[in-house]
Structures are given as C-alpha cells and as structure tokens.
C-alpha cells in the first residue's frame, strides 16, 4: 500500500529563519508527487508538481526538489503570511492521490 | 473564470441520516474527485468521476456514492451515517480527461458533523 509520512509535524520558525519540510514516499510506481498549502477552514491550495529524481521548482520562497524516496520543500526567509499546512501527495493511479498527514508551519514576527 | 464550489458549506446531521453534498467545477474541468478529510489528516480519495462514470475508488463502502452530471458538477451521497463520518468534505475538478495531472482545484468543503 502506499505510504506518505510527513515531518515534522509542526514547525515554528520566526521570520526570515530558513528551514525544510520532509515527504518520505513508498509507492509502487509514481506518476508524481505534488505539494499544496492549506489554510485553517479551506481547501487545499495547488503549489508544486514533480516527476523525476532530480527535479526542482521554485515558486517565491518556496523550492521543491525529489529524490527517489523523499521530496523536500525548502522555505527562504519566510513570512509571517507563509503560515499555513503544507500537505505532499503522491499519484500512483490514474485516479487517486495519497497524501500525507502534513507540515503545520507557523512564522512569528 | 469561477472556481470551485461547493455546497452547503456546514451541516449537521444525525446517526443513521442521509446527506448530499454538491459541487460546481471549476470552467473548463471534466474530472471531479472528491476527499474526506479528518480533523489534523491529509485528504482520503473517495472516488473520482469523469463524463458521468466512476473512473476510480478509494477505501470507502458502498454507502459512499456519487453522481456526475452533463455540466461536470457533481454529488456526494452518504447513506446511513456513523459519527466517523464527521469530517471535511472536498470536491477537486481538473483536466485530463479522467487521468488528471495531480494539480486538483478544491473547492472549500463542506464541513459535516454527525450527532
């Protein structure tokens, strides 16, 4: 069965402070591996997708990169409105993601 | 272009009651998905629908059922509802033509509590 695990659980950085939020996969075959933000009482909300072992993408402070087992989602110099649930999911059907439980970030001041 | 949309956005209902759930696509979407989410979870896939068919299903029991209509928008029927019921209910539309990408469009939820 497909497993997404998620670390750390939650995390609190103060502005400006650097960090990364970790998605260990196993899966029988992936078709892609996609990262969205969630804010408290609304959907999630589209970030990233990656295919291959090597691949990066960068979106403002965000940059998501993928090894074969796990996938990274580094945050420069976040902001306070950076605070949100990052959720990693995989794709290894035509139809269904996995997702993980998710990162809970919080950005002080 | 409108998003997603979703319908009612809270209820509460009874053990053993029926519910329906709706949800607009967004323009242009021919797939939808949908996902029950847990309070402090990651979405769980339900089943996915394109033109009018279920194309794909999660680990959720009969009870769980949907429909999609001409226009894409789509329902969520849940019968005979159990306190774990209780949950996030989201609809995604995307292209793809029933293999979506993986970039899902949600819409805010429906957020079901069962008594």
């Known amino acids: 069965e497909d497993q997404v695990t998620q670390s750390p659980e939650a995390l609190r950085l103060q502005e400006g402070e650097s960090s990364s939020l970790n998605c260990s996969y196993t899966v029988s075959g992936l078709r892609g591996l996609f990262w969205y933000r969630q804010d408290p009482g609304k959907g999630p909300e589209f970030l990233f997708t990656?295919?291959?072992a090597g691949e990066e993408k960068e979106k403002e402070r965000l940059k998501a990169t993928l090894t074969k087992k796990e996938s990274f989602l580094h945050i420069t110099a976040p902001k306070p409105e950076d605070s949100a649930t990052y959720l990693c999911a995989v794709q290894t059907s035509a139809s269904k993601l996995t997702f993980g439980t998710g990162t809970r970030l919080q950005v002080t001041l | 272009e409108t998003g997603v949309t979703q319908s009612p956005t809270h209820l509460i209902k009874t053990r053993g009651q029926q519910v329906t759930l709706r949800c607009s696509s967004q323009s242009g979407h021919n797939t939808v998905s949908w996902y029950q989410q847990a309070l402090g979870q990651g979405p769980q896939f339900i089943f996915q629908y394109y033109r009018e068919e279920e194309n794909g299903r999660g680990n959720f029991p009969p009870r769980f059922s949907g429909l999609q209509f001409p226009n894409y928008s789509s329902e969520l029927n849940v019968n005979a509802l159990e306190l774990d019921d209780s949950a996030l209910y989201l609809c995604a539309s995307s292209l793809g033509g029933g293999v979506p990408t993986g970039e899902l469009f949600f819409g805010e939820g429906s957020r079901l509590t069962v008594l």
């Open positions: 990656l295919y291959s």
